[in-house]
Each structure stands twice: as structure tokens, then as C-alpha cells.
């Protein structure tokens, strides 16, 4: 029967399979301490920096940021005040200084209103002559009168002259408060009726504490504090409208636990 298999199998009998030669597996070499492994090139990637309480990622923490506002601090402080410095005197104060009556009359005792009598003068009058002693009398007034009148004429020109420079002294502080008052914003809501006494109440407050700066730079510290005031108070709720916006990272590390 040994012809049958030839009959029936058109291609020859298989070969017999060589044998599978198994290969040593490699060795594993020993991990190497964490102290000595190589830092990860992104650490912000490492899942340990992705882990949260919850495990739903950690939200942007580039937000925006509150405004600053201790630079306004000590905007609205008054500036000290130095007690050894003169105090500037107003149209409220006298004009003049006051007059010391002891000295007023010891001046005028020594004053001699006789002095450009002529000496024949009062020969006569002391022989009699009535006219004479009148003409005595006359020229002593003449002179008295004149004396008071240049005595008048100087209080006048001083009192005038101290009351102009303390009128000029005030028109600074005056033309500053006016051109506070009339100055406008560009900024659409400061100007709004219902903010705008609000607005001017802030520069009045800030150019009394400041007496030092123009009506221009008390406008800009104005409008700059309001603009920090509002970025601040919106600062919260425009973090947590950010914060739920924000793509969620997710937590992998239970990959590698």
C-alpha cells in the first residue's frame, strides 16, 4: 500500500519543521536610585503636577490678577504739615501791623514841629507881636499837618501794597480749584451724571491733599484710581468665570501608581 500516498498527493510529502531554538532572554539591569535618575524635561508635565483633590485637573492659574492699589495709599493723606513754618497771611488778617501805643508816643514827643520857625518870629512873638505869634502858631500846624499827611500817605501805600500780594498769593489756589471744576474726562462713565459727582468729589479730595500737583496730574490720578478701583472689584468674578472655562487637565497618575 505503499503506492497510495503517490496516487492521492499531487506535491511531495512536507518537510519534517526544524527545530525552535529559544533565545536567552536579556537581563534587566538593575533601576538606578531616584536621586540618580534623570530630571523629566518638563516638570509642569509630570503627573504629580497634574494631581488636584478631586482629580479634575488644575484650572489656569494665569488669570488675570487683582489691581494694585497701595500706590493710591497715600493719595488721599494729607502731606505733614511743619510746625516751625510761617503761616501764609490771607485778606482775613490785618492789613497792618498793630500799632504800639507806648512807642507811638514817645515818637511823636520827639518831634519837634518848630524846627523851620525862624527865629525872628518868635522874638516877636515874645515882645507881643500878636501877629507874629500867630504866624508862630500857624507854621507849627503847617508842619504837624504835613508830617501826618506823608504819615497817612506811607500806611496807605504799605496796607495796599500787603493786601495786593495777599490777593495774588489766593488767585493760584483759586485758578486751580476753577480749572478742577471745568476740566472733563474722556472717560464716557466718569462723565455720567450719576458718577460724575462722585468723580469730582475723589479730585477734590485728592487736590487738597496734594496741593502740590496741577489740576492735570490731579485728573489723571483720578481717572487712574477709579480704573484700578473697578479692575479690582471685577478682578474675583473674572477669575471664576476664567476659571470655569478653562480646559480641565486630566489626572494620569494612576497610570503609574
Known amino acids: 500500500?505503499?503506492?497510495?500516498?503517490?496516487?492521492?498527493?499531487?506535491?511531495?510529502?512536507?518537510?519534517?519543521?526544524?527545530?525552535?531554538?529559544?533565545?536567552?532572554?536579556?537581563?534587566?539591569?538593575?533601576?538606578?536610585?531616584?536621586?540618580?535618575?534623570?530630571?523629566?524635561?518638563?516638570?509642569n508635565a509630570?503627573?504629580?503636577?497634574?494631581?488636584?483633590?478631586?482629580?479634575?485637573?488644575t484650572p489656569n492659574a494665569g488669570g488675570p490678577q487683582p489691581a494694585d492699589l497701595s500706590s493710591y495709599a497715600t493719595l488721599f493723606k494729607p502731606q505733614p504739615v511743619d510746625p516751625n513754618a510761617t503761616k501764609p497771611l490771607t485778606l482775613a488778617d490785618p492789613i497792618l501791623s498793630p500799632v504800639d501805643p507806648a512807642k507811638l508816643r514817645e515818637q511823636v514827643q520827639a518831634a519837634n514841629f518848630t524846627?523851620?520857625?525862624?527865629?525872628?518870629?518868635f522874638q516877636k512873638a515874645l515882645?507881643?507881636?500878636?501877629?507874629?505869634?500867630?504866624?508862630?502858631?500857624?507854621?507849627a500846624a503847617r508842619e504837624a499837618f504835613a508830617a501826618a499827611t506823608q504819615l497817612s500817605q506811607g500806611m496807605v501805600e504799605h496796607g495796599s501794597r500787603t493786601a495786593a500780594e495777599r490777593a495774588l498769593g489766593q488767585v493760584d489756589s483759586k485758578v486751580r480749584n476753577h480749572l478742577l471744576r471745568v476740566q472733563n474726562t474722556s472717560?464716557?462713565?466718569?462723565?455720567?451724571?450719576?458718577?460724575?459727582?462722585?468723580?469730582?468729589?475723589?479730585?477734590?479730595?485728592?487736590?487738597?491733599?496734594?496741593?502740590?500737583?496741577?489740576?492735570?496730574?490731579?485728573?489723571?490720578?483720578?481717572?487712574?484710581?477709579?480704573?484700578?478701583?473697578?479692575?479690582a472689584l471685577t478682578a474675583p468674578q473674572r477669575q471664576a468665570e476664567e476659571a470655569k472655562t478653562a480646559p480641565k487637565q486630566q489626572d494620569f497618575s494612576y497610570l503609574f501608581s
Open 187 to 231: 472717560n464716557e462713565v466718569l462723565s455720567n451724571p450719576a458718577v460724575s459727582p462722585v468723580f469730582n468729589a475723589v479730585k477734590a479730595q485728592i487736590a487738597q491733599a496734594q496741593p502740590h500737583l496741577t489740576p492735570e496730574a490731579v485728573q489723571k490720578a483720578a481717572e487712574g484710581y477709579f480704573t484700578e478701583m473697578a479692575s
Open 115 to 121: 524846627s523851620n520857625i525862624p527865629v525872628e518870629t
Open 46 to 57: 509630570a503627573p504629580a503636577a497634574m494631581l488636584t483633590n478631586n482629580g479634575q485637573g
Open 1 to 43: 500500500m505503499a503506492f497510495l500516498p503517490g496516487i492521492f498527493s499531487k506535491s511531495p510529502a512536507p518537510a519534517p519543521a526544524a527545530p525552535v531554538v529559544q533565545q536567552p532572554a536579556p537581563a534587566v539591569a538593575p533601576s538606578a536610585p531616584a536621586s540618580q535618575q534623570p530630571a523629566p524635561a518638563n516638570p
Open 127 to 139: 515882645g507881643g507881636d500878636v501877629a507874629a505869634f500867630q504866624d508862630a502858631i500857624n507854621a
